[in-house]
Nanobody
Framework: QVQLVESGGGSVQSGGSLRLSCVVSGFMYRRYCMGWFRQAPGKEREGVIAISSDGSRRYVGSVKGRFTISLDNAKKTLFLQMNNLKPEDTAMYYC???????????????????WGQGAQVTVSS
């Protein structure tokens, strides 16, 4: 099992950018699916974007062209670059990891073993 710690959240105006980081402590899985989820008040946690050890990336349509996920293996850090942020992106963001490559169910919270504590992102109009 690994521990995940997010950082980089904050408040920005619509159209602004933020980068979230998620540091992995412990060992890195050889095979993995690592993703970012978000949860707005009163809503369910939803998968936003993910990266797999097979090189594939997955994302939901609402963030296409705006969010980018990357992984620095040497630093054991997962990043989420968010550009052109919108008020509807406001949520608590969580990184998550699983020891299998991403599947068609990558957006499901039940697919992941490990979770970070969350980082708040607030976008004002």
């Amino acid at each position: 099992q690994v521990q995940l710690v997010e950082s980089g959240g904050g408040s920005v105006q619509s159209g602004g950018s933020l980068r979230l980081s998620c540091v992995v402590s412990g060992f890195m899985y050889r095979r993995y699916c690592m993703g970012w989820f978000r949860q707005a008040p009163g809503k369910e946690r939803e998968g936003v974007i993910a990266i797999s050890s097979d090189g594939s990336r997955r994302y939901v349509g609402s963030v296409k062209g705006r969010f980018t996920i990357s992984l620095d293996n040497a630093k054991k850090t997962l990043f989420l670059q968010m550009n052109n942020l919108k008020p509807e992106d406001t949520a608590m963001y969580y990184c998550a990891a699983d020891m299998r490559t991403c599947s068609g169910s990558w957006k499901s919270v039940t697919e992941y073993n490990d979770w970070g504590q969350g980082a708040q992102v607030t976008v004002s109009s």
